[in-house]
């Protein structure tokens, strides 16, 4: 079923993927729900990993909670990394 809300975003969407004599864009895809997911798992993992070996660093070494936050932060940059290789396709 179509609500009036629907019908103007596809309206919309239509209007925005043509040129001005009406032919239509050649426009990238939009990423699947499977991609975007695949990039949530990527990022936890990343962040995840980057955490859990800082931790183990710092019950290791006894050096409180330095390469947790060390960890943490190389975990972002890769998962910032490796969302920007898998997206880049798409932009």
């Known amino acids: 079923m179509h609500t009036a809300g629907s019908a103007g975003v596809v309206l919309l969407v239509t209007t925005l993927r043509r040129d001005n004599d009406g032919a239509k864009v050649n426009s990238k895809p939009a990423p699947s729900l499977v991609t975007l997911l695949g990039m949530g798992v990527t ?5 995840g990993v980057g955490v859990g070996g800082g931790y183990w660093l710092d019950e290791t070494l006894s050096t409180g909670l330095t390469f947790t936050f060390v960890g943490l932060g190389l975990g972002i940059a890769a998962a910032v990394a490796a969302v920007y290789f898998e997206i880049r396709a798409f932009l």
């Open 43 to 47: 990022t936890a993992l990343c962040v």
